[in-house]
């Protein structure tokens, strides 16, 4: 497993690291990441997003998903991946 961390607003967030059919790393975040990242509404202005620096991590995020789900070997979180994303890892 890999992982790598980032912190915002104070609070260090740890993602984890994929590796897609390219051998691409894809950041893979949780959701609780992703509610410090957008606090606000989607009909926002700026999308509900708490800063610009929120913003900018949000592009570098592949994808969110809840924190057991981030505990899981490669194989498994992958599998999850694949539910919505299957033309990335096959």
Known sequence: MRF???EFNGT??????VTDKDDNDLVIASTKFL???QPGRFDDENE???SKE???I??????FTDESSLRLADEQ????L???NEEWFN
């Open 4 to 6: 790598q961390d980032y």
């Open 12 to 17: 260090a967030y740890k993602c984890r690291i």
């Open 35 to 37: 509610d410090a990242l």
């Open 48 to 50: 509900g997003f708490a």
């Open 54 to 56: 929120a913003e900018d």
């Open 58 to 63: 949000y592009d570098e995020i592949f994808f």
């Open 77 to 80: 979180l992958i599998e999850i």
């Open 82 to 84: 694949k539910e919505d």
